[in-house]
């Protein structure tokens, strides 16, 4: 470290970290300490990043390289002073860089981030994995780190010195630094001095950085002299394979390998679920390493977070987040593309008109879409993991990939009337090869959650005739649905809407009750139309129901209750309908209806029913007032 200890330090000043930051950093050294050989990846991570970006921002300006553009990382360690140094020759930072870099976390949803933390160590290390907070690892064996950088580019005047103890504060000042890029200096706890060893780092380097793209120099130790013999200089060798990983055959990578790469692009703690690697040649050359994560991001439903591949044209990084090569619902898939048919200053907003990218991303988006469809037939269990994390945003393909549509549904998982816990795990093609022989609809219902579809009134005749229902209860799930018309070629049939087509599974028994329940209640159908009629659409005798009395049913093309709700959330206005009102005439209080001859008592029991109805669909009372009102009066005087 000779050339920052004998650089003169101006402009120093104290700074205090982010409080998520110290929030952090004490709970991280904490989750993490079972784990704490990663630092040295993270660190070695963030420096390739930072030789990648030099890299690219040199194709514009090969100034940048400052006479030196041969690429590397240096490592090295003390004993008897108890510190390990890392090296690069990268793209640096400037003062400003530095604080919002090291004294902030620089990325949306910090506070939902901490907010997401439990307090459980293990739980809490796959968040801290998650939200990629590399550098900051290095106080989990650190007792104080320095930072010395300069950004490419810049006078050799304005390096900057970053040191921490990692707890409430930072200090920061311009010092003199004759070479561009970033040296951390860490200064071991006593107790994590087996980290200042040559032989420990090589291993950890081998271990999670084999397959950077950048040599990781260290000095050689030669075996002691024999006696009489000169002692040989330790020379400097590259201790890492230094091969770009995606460019080697499938058959010369390890899975372990594979395995450390993934958690290398991604800072992510945890084995990928699985990954596909591919080059393709032809009209289109590229290759394509793709994972799948097994854990969701905290932040996976905000559409508007960074998300995307890194991209490399002929193995030299052009940009991290490459949002072009995906479609937005497959946004969780972290991976590398590397292409010779795109030029080397290709820019973002180039990409978004590009046609090689858009062929490029069509065979991207269909090789992912195949490794889940080979995942699902293959292991079940794995799919199933797979599809409680992302199940939700693979629902969004629905409306935005409408090539993909059927492939997309056979990925799709509902809850069931089939198995009563609730869990997403029953799949299209499975609800058709239980279907009797007389169904020719798939049948399912929207609710609040699966207990209130399950206890909906418009199961009942479902339920007695032994028909699966799917239950959908999710908040995209009325959206998504109106995308999926069918399957298989059976129409889906939402059983809260239109009237109830049972096809051939309602006999001809079921139909003729029908018809003689809506002469023999011709009257009462008519009196209560007559009275709800600012509220209902129709009033009419019903073959949906066993148990109870009353339903309210959707038109056929009108909204269902959840989507209504979610719109009315969002500030949308939402077009006013009217339900069809349907009654059972088989249930004891519609018969106690026609019988009524107190016309008040009349009035309260057929409001009393409709609003009773409305709960069961999961409305909201306009008037639960005067609904409490008209129950008790029912109830005082059945109680006379």
Request: proline share 2%; glycine share 6%.
């Amino acid at each position: 470290m000779s050339t920052q200890d004998n650089t003169t330090e101006a402009k120093q000043e104290t700074l205090g970290f982010q409080t998520e930051v110290k929030q952090l950093l004490n709970l991280m050294i904490h989750s993490l300490y079972s784990n704490k050989e990663i630092f040295l990846r993270e660190l070695i991570s963030n420096a390739s990043d930072a030789e990648d970006k030099l890299r690219f921002e040199a194709l514009s300006n090969d100034a940048l390289y400052e006479n030196d553009g041969d690429l590397k990382i240096r490592l090295a360690f003390d004993e008897e002073a108890k510190t390990v140094t890392l090296s690069d020759n990268g793209i640096g930072m400037s003062r400003d860089d530095v604080i919002s870099h090291l004294g902030t976390i620089a990325k949306s949803g910090t506070a939902e981030f901490m907010n997401n933390l439990t307090g459980d160590s293990k739980q809490d290390s796959q968040l801290i994995g998650q939200f990629g907070v590399g550098f900051y690892s290095a106080f989990i064996v650190a007792k104080k780190v320095d930072v010395y950088t300069r950004k490419a580019g810049t006078d050799k005047a304005e390096g900057v010195h970053w040191s921490s103890e990692g707890e409430g504060e930072f200090t920061i000042a311009d010092v003199e630094k004759a070479d561009r890029g970033t040296t951390i200096v860490l200064h071991l706890k006593d107790e994590e001095v087996e980290f200042a060893n040559g032989w420990r780092l090589r291993g950890l380097v081998k271990k999670y950085s084999d397959h950077i793209a950048f040599p990781v120099i260290m000095k050689s130790e030669p075996a002691p002299a024999a006696e009489g013999e000169e002692q040989e200089e330790p020379k400097d060798e590259a201790v890492n394979e230094a091969t770009a990983l995606w460019s080697l055959s499938k058959s010369e990578v390890k899975e372990e390998e594979y395995q450390s790469f993934y958690k290398h692009i991604s800072h992510d703690f945890q084995d990928p679920m699985t990954w596909s690697h591919n080059r393709v040649e032809g009209k289109l050359e590229y290759t394509s390493l793709l994972y799948i994560p097994s854990k969701a991001p905290f932040d996976l439903y905000n559409r508007e977070v960074p998300k995307g591949l890194k991209l490399y044209v002929q193995r030299v990084f052009i940009m991290d987040e490459a949002e072009q090569f995906l479609p937005l619902y497959l946004r969780f898939v972290k991976g590398i593309v590397d292409t010779r048919d795109l030029s080397l200053n290709v820019s973002r907003e180039i990409l978004q008109s590009d046609k090689t990218v858009e062929n490029m991303k069509t065979a991207l988006t269909k090789r992912v879409l195949d490794m889940l469809s080979k995942m699902a037939k293959n292991d079940a269990e794995k799919y199933q993991q797979f599809w409680l994390e992302f199940g939700a945003v693979i629902k969004e393909g629905l409306a935005e990939d409408q090539i993909n549509n059927e492939k997309i549904a056979k990925l799709l998982r509902f809850a069931s009337s089939h198995n009563a816990d609730g869990t997403q795990n029953q799949s299209l093609a499975e609800y058709i090869e239980r279907m009797s022989e007389k169904q020719d609809k798939i049948y399912y219902v929207s609710a609040e959650s699966y207990a209130a579809g399950m206890s909906s009134p418009h199961m009942e005749i479902f339920r007695k005739k032994g028909i699966e229902v799917l239950v959908l209860s999710e908040r995209i799930d009325g959206w998504m649905i109106s995308y999926l018309n069918e399957f298989d070629g059976k129409h889906l049939q939402d059983i809260t809407k239109g009237e109830l087509d049972l096809g051939d599974v309602e006999d001809e028994e079921d139909k003729k009750q029908k018809e003689e329940a809506s002469k023999t209640y011709e009257n009462l159908i008519g009196q209560i139309t007559e009275l709800l009629k600012d509220k209902v659409d129709e009033v009419r005798v019903t073959n949906r129901l066993t148990d109870s009395p009353a339903c309210l049913v959707s038109g056929a093309h009108d909204m269902d209750a959840q989507m209504r709700k979610i719109m009315e959330a969002a500030g949308q206005k939402v077009p006013e309908t009217k339900p069809s009102f349907e009654v059972n005439p088989e249930h004891p209080l519609v018969k106690k209806l026609n019988d009524e001859q107190n016309d008040e008592r009349f009035n309260d029991l057929t409001h009393v029913l409709f609003d009773q109805a409305a709960l069961a669909s999961g409305e909201q009372l306009k008037e639960p007032g005067a609904f409490v009102s008209r129950l008790n009066k029912l109830l005082l005087d059945l109680s006379k």
